[in-house]
């Protein structure tokens, strides 16, 4: 993977900042986290774009600067595909209704688009300090490699670099020519939808997908257990279905793993009594596991949301794997 330098002012061109941007929110309805992130856009330092926002149906609630296009029941990718006909800019910026931006969230996106060979570019999205402490706890667990492995940068703020693997798009921010290029999402699956798009814009048509950290948005979690377990289930589903269905957009050896590691946490115990010396190097790797977990959770000063932490990240990589193996051999999925 190739690493890019931060950008900076040198490569805002005469025009680079007057580019017309349409953010992109898709929700169920307007929520209270739509209306609190609302202030956040009009208090963005760059002034020439749009907001279009896809709820289900009809609503009363009027923003400035805001656009709703009511849709029906259908799902975020047909949503964002929807938006196409409306958006006015040139540039897409896809954000999800449980994120808002930072400030400088689309002035430092839209300079990378002086750079022709750069069709996308996404930065982290991460969890905002007024989220309750089982929130924090569902975001300190993604943060961790034992639960995120190599992809920890799109939960905290990691070195830019060319993705050579998808990017979700609660922040993702591309060329609207390119977006019709490749057909939109066009996908009816949820989540699973920004995979198969990314693979479309670098294999089909040659462009950039750049990440960097000061593209950031904050990204309300699902509170730990329930809500962020059953999150968890969903990737878990649909990576696996598609690392058997396309497996074009199932590159990287690392979307194997969880299901790998569920696999020897299942097979292992049996395998012992076949062949006992196999009890040594299970019994070491939990050792290690444990070690491991306990350097995840050990600088985290708040007690109760250091214990959340190894929980939630002790149980995600399991119910992402059970799930990721069983999606790997369903016949289809729920679109």
Same mark, same amino acid.
């Given at each position: 993977m190739s690493h890019v330098d931060n950008r900076g002012d040198d490569l805002i061109g005469a025009n680079s900042?007057?580019?017309?941007?349409?953010?992109?929110?898709?929700?169920?309805? *307007?929520?209270?986290?739509? =209306?609190?992130?609302?202030?956040?856009f009009l208090n963005l330092d760059y002034k020439n774009f749009e907001i279009i926002i896809l709820p289900d149906g009809e609503t009363k609630e009027v923003f400035p600067k805001v656009?709703?296009?009511?849709?029906?029941?259908?799902?975020?990718?047909?949503?964002?595909?929807?938006?196409?006909r409306y958006a006015k800019g040139e540039i897409l910026a896809f954000i999800d209704d449980d994120a808002?931006?930072?400030q400088d969230w689309l002035k430092n996106a839209v300079r990378y688009f002086t750079d022709d060979s750069i069709g996308v570019v996404c930065g982290p999205a991460i969890t905002p300090p007024e989220d309750n402490i089982f929130q924090q706890a569902?975001?300190?667990?993604?943060?961790?490699?034992?639960?995120?492995?190599?992809?920890?940068? =799109?939960y905290r703020p990691e070195k830019s670099r060319e993705m050579d693997v998808f990017y979700p798009t609660v922040n993702f921010i591309i060329r609207k020519d390119i977006f019709e290029k490749v057909g939109g999402f066009d996908c009816p699956y949820y989540p699973g939808e920004d995979a198969k798009l990314c693979a479309k814009i670098?294999?089909?048509?040659?462009?950039?997908?750049?990440?960097?950290?000061?593209?950031?948005?904050?990204?309300?979690?699902?509170?730990?257990?329930?809500?962020?377990?059953?999150?968890?289930?969903?990737?878990?589903?649909?990576?696996?279905?598609f690392?058997?269905?396309?497996?074009?957009?199932?590159?990287?050896?690392?979307?194997?793993?969880?299901?790998l590691f569920v696999a020897g946490l299942f097979m292992g115990p049996i395998l012992s009594f076949l062949f006992p010396p196999i009890w040594y190097i299970l019994l070491g790797f939990l050792g290690f596991y444990c070690?491991?977990?306990?350097?995840?959770?050990?600088? *985290?000063?708040? *007690?109760?949301?250091?214990l959340l932490t190894a929980v939630g990240i002790a149980t995600t990589p399991v119910v992402f794997g059970i799930y990721s193996i069983r999606g790997y051999f369903a016949k289809s999925l729920s679109k």
């Open positions: 900042l007057d580019k017309m941007v349409s953010v992109i929110i898709p929700a169920k309805q *307007i929520n209270d986290y739509v =209306r609190a992130a609302i202030p956040h656009r709703m296009v009511p849709t029906g029941n259908i799902g975020p990718a047909a949503k964002r595909d929807l938006a196409l808002y931006p930072r569902s975001g300190k667990t993604y943060e961790s490699r034992l639960c995120s492995g190599p992809y920890t940068y =799109r670098t294999g089909k048509l040659g462009k950039k997908i750049i990440y960097a950290p000061e593209i950031l948005v904050w990204h309300h979690r699902r509170e730990l257990f329930r809500g962020h377990l059953k999150q968890v289930k969903q990737y878990g589903l649909h990576r696996g279905y690392a058997r269905n396309c497996p074009e957009i199932t590159t990287s050896p690392a979307h194997y793993f969880p299901g070690l491991a977990l306990l350097y995840s959770v050990i600088r *985290i000063k708040n *007690i109760k949301l250091a």
